[in-house]
């Protein structure tokens, strides 16, 4: 009897330890957990992502692959090797490309140990040339563009004007603004259609000559300039619109599955037998690099011949909604 | 031989000990004085543009939606009509969370959604007010980036990011047997899966809604050539392919669609464009949607909010009447569209000198790369002529930017990714109380300091912000508080 009402009162607990689980929180998924001890998610950490930087592979050397290690700046894609001064450390990486084909490659920054009365910054920053939205062909029209387009707020401190940096070719170009009492020299050149940028920001003149002076130590390809890096050698040449009709032999159109507004800017390295041997995508949603890489695997160029040899080429495609582009050329105030 | 003031000699022992405190710069705070800067506005009188008038019925169309921006919505048996309630919200009136500097602005200083158990607009018996609500702390939605897997833990190939309503009507006696739970917010809070957005101040919206796309894509082709790092791109809407514009991420096209949304969203109303009770995004998506008993709490059938075929106002202003025609989403879009901007104080705080020298320095050091301090103009208008061929000083380009982890909420809407954000336009900001996203922060160089993070755009601009003189920031940070 005494067994039989124990028995009894089990079976009604556990009857109305069911009845409460049915009232009571629901179980885990969708918007609830009953679990507060489940796996937590890492913060400051971009787990959902719009349209992106992406490539074919992981082997062949991105623009925005360079890093900096043991305080030299590295950058396999444009062959750069850049060593900063002591005291200077990179913090923040930077954003993605940007589907105009800008790139912030480092933004380095002076390290806590940093002892100088003048604080500054140093951007690695690149602009692929197929893609801008500025009317230039090179370097040195872009930044003549830039000189042009400098607006009231600005003092021209030197106009663009060519100098030597690591016994190459750059452009350099300084500005200030007096009410902010800033001053900015901005020392470019060009690698792979693309140009590469070092800008400086500082208060202090002094400290800006210093880095100026300091990027003489760098190691650039042979054939980086304002006008000439243009690849070659071992890299491929890059050629603007090497992918026009006279060029495609065989087309085939991507099939998008989503409905999309963006530009879709990619780079794609040629071989020999003018199949797409790498693609890059600056900026694309992962159903549009999909979609575009399906159709390019199948897509068939001419061969490109260097001196009468067929050689690797590199070059840029525009797929997606394309950018309006700034339609009015600057004047050139240098030239090469 | 003057006699030195004890004030005086204090001053030097401060400045002699504590030099950096002496001369740092600080936040104003909330600006004082006129509402928006209009000495003619109330907190609960917004102004309107200045063309809305009475005699083209414009004005009445204003003030017919600024009275129902203000309507306590019920579940059901309301005697002013206004039902529709739940069965999950965030408030049940539009100005309880848009109230600061006025009605249409943003969260206010004493936050209303604490207050929601103790008022009686939520039962204790379904509710407890979420630890990320506090009384003195931001008016927010929460919406969880990833859905629980069956374990509890955030599925991260399940992206979610929809708005977890905090409250439900159960338990309130015109809600009948509906019976629904929170959702998991202490888990979520647990597991990191929770992110917070405030109200978006809506002064001046018109403007914005009424510039052509045009106007904004040479804005931003005019701003691509910078030394900054910054390269935004505009958010789509899918329908036509246009750009959007209202929201954190730009993800609405009109003050319509905003105004619908919202209703159905934040207060649980459905209307003419969202025709549904809203689940939870696990609900709908995952589950099996509302239960039977939380459908047609009303009793009316949907929507609940409705265009009124037959007028219920009586007046000799057939303008008036015309108005009362309106469901409340159309009278809530024609309120905003027609709600002037803010405007700015040209010596408060710190005085013209250092206002406009901020000005200055927000332009000379790329803030305004972003925060395009005036769009010329808006299209022509033909609803009324303030809203037409205006400049829009509203400091925003309109642009979705990548800003970094810091800030980054995993929330993708339309084309904006998890790290994207819409340039906050800065009108009206210098009497807002919360800033960014998720009102993380009161203070204004807090503010500006989280545009610094790995992958931001605007790490560049903050770093030339930390190479200003304390003088320097101060008279940024003094006109920003004058806008």
């Known amino acids: 009897m005494q067994m039989n009402l124990s028995r009894s009162l089990v079976l009604l607990g556990l009857s109305l330890s069911i009845v409460a689980r049915a009232q009571g929180t629901p179980q885990s998924g969708g918007d609830f957990s009953s679990n507060p001890q489940a796996k937590k998610l890492p913060s400051e950490t971009l787990l959902v992502k719009g349209a992106w930087s ?3 592979d992981s082997v062949t050397p991105l623009p925005e692959g360079g890093r900096v290690t043991k305080n030299i700046y590295t950058n396999a894609y444009f062959g750069l090797t ?5 005291d200077w450390t990179e913090k923040y990486s930077g954003p993605p490309p940007s589907d105009s084909g800008r790139y912030v490659l480092a933004q380095i920054r002076p390290a806590d140990t940093f002892k100088g009365a003048n604080r500054g910054s140093i951007m690695i920053a690149a602009q692929d040339l197929f893609f801008t939205l500025a009317p230039a062909e ?11 387009s400098l607006n009231e707020d600005f003092k021209v401190e030197q106009p663009p004007t060519l100098v030597r940096i690591a016994d190459h070719s750059f452009v350099r170009f300084d500005y200030g603004s007096p009410v902010a009492e800033l001053h900015w020299h901005v020392l470019a050149t060009q690698i792979r259609c693309h140009m590469v940028e070092f800008i400086f920001t500082s208060r202090s003149t002094e400290l800006l000559e210093t880095l100026t002076q300091e990027m003489n130590k760098m190691a650039l390809p042979a054939d980086a300039g304002p006008i000439s890096g243009r690849g070659g050698g071992d890299v491929p040449m890059c050629i603007r619109d090497y992918a026009s009709d006279e060029n495609v032999l065989e087309r085939v159109d991507p099939v998008f599955t989503e409905h999309r507004f963006n530009p879709a800017p990619v780079r794609i390295i040629i071989d020999k037998e003018g199949k797409v041997k790498h693609l890059h995508f600056l900026s694309a949603f992962p159903d549009q690099a999909k979609a575009i890489s399906d159709a390019l695997a ?27 582009r700034i339609t009015s050329s600057a004047p050139k105030v240098a030239s090469e | 031989m003057k006699t030195r003031k004890p004030a005086f000699v204090f001053a030097c022992l401060v400045a002699l000990f504590f030099p950096g405190k002496a001369v740092a710069q600080s936040d104003p705070g909330v600006r004082p004085g006129a509402i928006n800067g209009q000495p003619a506005a109330t907190p609960m009188s917004p102004l309107p543009l200045s063309s809305v008038n009475a005699n ?11 009275s129902r921006f203000q309507d306590v919505e019920s579940v059901s048996k309301s005697s ?3 039902n529709g309630l739940g069965p999950r919200f965030n408030f049940n009136q539009c100005s309880g969370c848009h109230s600061q500097p006025a009605v249409g602005g943003t969260g206010p200083a004493s936050n209303p959604q604490f207050q929601v158990i103790a008022n009686g607009i939520a039962n204790s018996s379904a509710n407890t007010i979420p630890s990320f609500i506090t009384a ?8 969880f980036p990833f859905f629980f897997n069956s374990n509890g833990s955030p599925n991260t190939n399940a992206p979610n990011g929809g708005v977890e309503d905090l409250f439900t009507v159960s338990g309130r006696s015109d809600a009948g047997s509906c019976s629904l739970q929170q959702p998991s917010f202490s888990a979520a809070q647990a597991t990191n899966n929770i992110i917070f957005r405030i109200p978006t101040p809506v002064f001046g919206a018109g403007l914005i809604e009424n510039i052509d796309d045009s106007t904004l894509i040479a804005n931003r082709a005019a701003q691509a050539r910078n030394n900054l790092g910054i390269s935004g791109t505009f958010n789509h809407n ?21 105004a619908a949304e919202a209703y159905n969203v934040e207060m649980g109303v459905s209307n003419e464009i969202f025709g549904q009770d809203r689940p939870l995004p696990g609900e709908d998506q995952l589950g099996s949607g509302l239960p039977a008993n939380c459908l047609n709490l009303t009793g009316t059938g949907y929507p609940e909010d409705t265009t009124n075929f037959t007028p219920t106002v009586t007046s000799s202003d057939q303008f008036a009447v015309n108005a009362s025609v309106l469901s409340d989403i159309e009278a809530f879009a024609q309120f905003m569209r027609l709600l002037a901007p803010p405007a700015q104080s040209t010596t408060t705080p710190g005085g013209a000198t250092s206002i406009s020298n901020g000005q200055a320095i927000f332009k000379a050091i790329g803030c305004a790369t972003c925060h395009t301090p005036t769009l010329n103009f808006t299209q022509p208008s033909n609803i009324t002529t303030s809203l037409g061929s205006a400049p829009v000083t509203a400091f925003s380009d309109i642009e979705i930017h990548h800003m970094g982890v810091g800030l980054a909420d995993n929330v993708s809407q339309g084309g904006a990714g998890g790290d994207q954000f819409r340039t906050a336009p800065l009108w009206g900001l210098g009497q807002r109380i919360f800033f960014l996203h998720d009102g993380r922060t009161t203070d204004l160089l807090a503010a500006i300091q989280a545009h610094q993070s790995s992958g931001s755009e605007a790490t560049q601009v903050e770093e030339n912000f930390d190479a200003l003189s304390p003088s320097q920031k101060q008279d940024l940070l003094n006109f920003l508080r004058s806008l």
């Open chain 2, 136 to 143: 003195k702390g931001p008016t927010r939605e929460a919406r």
């Open chain 2, 238 to 258: 899918g329908n036509d392919g246009t750009i959007s514009r209202f929201g954190w991420k730009a993800q609405n096209k009109s003050l319509l669609l905003f």
């Open chain 1, 54 to 56: 992406s490539a074919s």
């Open chain 2, 80 to 82: 002013t009509n206004n």
């Open chain 2, 56 to 66: 083209d019925g414009s004005l009445q169309f204003f003030q017919n939606g600024l």
């Open chain 1, 138 to 148: 090179n370097t040195l029209e872009l930044i003549n563009y830039e000189k042009e």
């Open chain 1, 82 to 86: 850049y060593a900063l001064s002591p």
């Open chain 1, 298 to 324: 199948q897509w068939r160029f001419r061969p490109y011949l260097h001196d009468g040899k067929p050689a690797e080429v590199e070059t840029g495609i525009l797929f997606g909604r394309a950018p309006q």
